[in-house]
Every structure is written in structure tokens, then in C-alpha cells.
């Protein structure tokens, strides 16, 4: 099946600092990445849609400046959180769409991030 | 109302058993639908894409209900290993859509 994969797997960071993380389809080219976001015991929220060679779509209510997409390969996209702060800590999934394999979405292992 | 609405749980079954869960949407445009399973603190996994003619993978049958707006997800004679959580996600279509979630079913299979 797709594989994708997420670096890091989980950060530490301090308040006011930015943290980058990366998404990458494996085995598969992905035009359409998407970035979620999941607080605990709560739903995967969908943050935006990030298109190789086109800047994101950001769902409303997420900062586009905040948080900054970018999807210069069809097997990576990153996502950078600026000036992270405490409330920004929680776990961010990748995902991608394979070719072929219609909607369907195949998730990276998260990145789980804690600001301090 | 929430785009995707689920029972949260938790189910407690006991192995063997049979169980379902039921998942609704508001979005009467939803074009497609999906299960996955979540287990702890790891990303969801795909568990199977659900087709109006319904689907079936091994003791696992999927459902999609358009009239009423709702995908069902079946588990015949459950393992231990089944104990996680299932959660319904949709997506408008068109080719470019993320995925609505709902907020999971936790299942706990007792032995």
C-alpha cells in the first residue's frame, strides 16, 4: 500500500520558536497533500489542502500565516509552525492521495508537537 | 448539527461477539465515505472504503445509507486486537477534498 512518512515524530519546543515538519509519500507521487490536526479526545480537524506547485487552502479559522505550507515536490510538503505557542501543542497528520487509488487518503504517523 | 456525528462510546464487547456502530452526515452532497481505525495516540489507518452497494472485508461490512444519511460498519465474532477507534470520515468529492471526521467510536473487545 502507500506509505507516507512524517519527520519529526515528535518535538519539543519553546514558546516563540518554529518548528517544520516534513511529509513524504514514498513509494507514490502525491499532487494533493492534506494536514490535519488532532487535539486530545477530540476529531482529526482538516487545517488545508497543500497543491504541489500552488500555494495551500487553508480551511477557515487556520491562520495561513501561521502556519506555512509548502509543497515544492510531488513527494513533499512541510508544514511550518511560526511562533509556536502552548495552545499550538498537539498532534499533526499528513496525508496523501495515491494515484489510482480514487479519494482515498493514506496518512502519515503524526507529529506530535509540545510547546513550552 | 456537527458535519459528522458519532457514539462515542465506548462500546465494551466481549470476544467473539458481534458489533456495530453507525456513523451520520449532514452533507447530503457527501460523494465518499471512509472507516478508519485509530489505535492510541498513533495516525488512523484506512480500514475500508464503504460503496453504496455496501462492502464486505473478511468479518468487517460496511454500509452507506444515502436516503438517511449514515455509513454503518459491522465486526463479526471480534478479536482483542480489534479494541481501538473507529472513526467515519466523508469528503464533499471533486477530486480535492480532505476528509470531515467524526470523533470515534472507541471499541473495547473484553476477553
Known amino acids: 500500500g502507500a506509505v507516507v512518512s512524517q519527520h519529526p515524530s515528535r518535538v519539543i519546543c519553546k514558546s516563540g520558536t518554529s518548528v517544520k515538519i516534513e511529509c513524504r509519500s514514498l513509494?507514490?507521487?502525491?499532487?494533493?497533500m492534506f494536514w490535519y490536526r488532532q487535539f486530545p479526545k477530540k476529531s482529526l480537524m482538516l487545517m488545508a489542502t497543500?497543491?504541489?506547485?500552488?500555494?495551500?487552502?487553508?480551511e477557515q479559522g487556520v491562520e495561513k500565516d501561521k502556519f506555512l505550507i509548502n509543497h515544492a515536490s510531488l513527494t513533499l510538503s512541510t508544514l511550518t509552525v511560526t511562533s509556536a505557542h502552548p495552545e499550538d501543542s498537539s498532534f499533526y497528520i499528513c496525508?496523501?492521495?495515491?494515484?489510482?487509488?480514487?479519494?482515498?487518503?493514506?496518512f502519515g504517523p503524526g507529529t506530535r508537537l509540545l510547546v513550552l | 448539527r456537527k458535519e459528522v456525528e458519532q457514539d462515542p462510546g465506548p462500546f465494551n464487547v466481549p470476544e467473539g461477539a458481534t458489533v456495530a456502530f453507525n456513523c451520520t452526515y449532514s452533507?447530503?452532497?457527501?460523494?465518499?465515505f471512509f472507516w478508519y481505525r485509530q489505535d492510541c495516540r498513533k495516525e488512523p489507518k484506512l480500514l475500508m472504503s464503504?460503496?453504496?452497494s455496501g462492502n464486505e472485508d473478511g468479518r468487517f461490512t460496511a454500509q452507506l445509507n444515502r436516503a438517511s444519511q449514515y455509513i454503518s460498519l459491522l465486526i463479526r465474532d471480534s478479536k482483542l486486537s480489534d479494541s481501538a477507534t473507529y472513526l467515519c470520515?466523508?469528503?464533499?468529492?471533486?477530486?480535492?477534498?480532505?476528509?470531515?471526521f467524526g470523533k470515534g467510536t472507541h471499541l473495547i473487545i473484553q476477553p
Open positions: 496525508s496523501a492521495r495515491s494515484p489510482g487509488a480514487g479519494e482515498t487518503q493514506y
Open positions: 513509494d507514490f507521487q502525491a499532487t494533493t
Open positions: 497543500s497543491n504541489e506547485g500552488s500555494k495551500a487552502t487553508y
Open positions: 452533507n447530503s452532497a457527501s460523494q465518499s
Open positions: 464503504v460503496y453504496s
Open positions: 470520515a466523508v469528503t464533499p468529492g471533486g477530486g480535492a477534498d480532505g476528509l470531515t
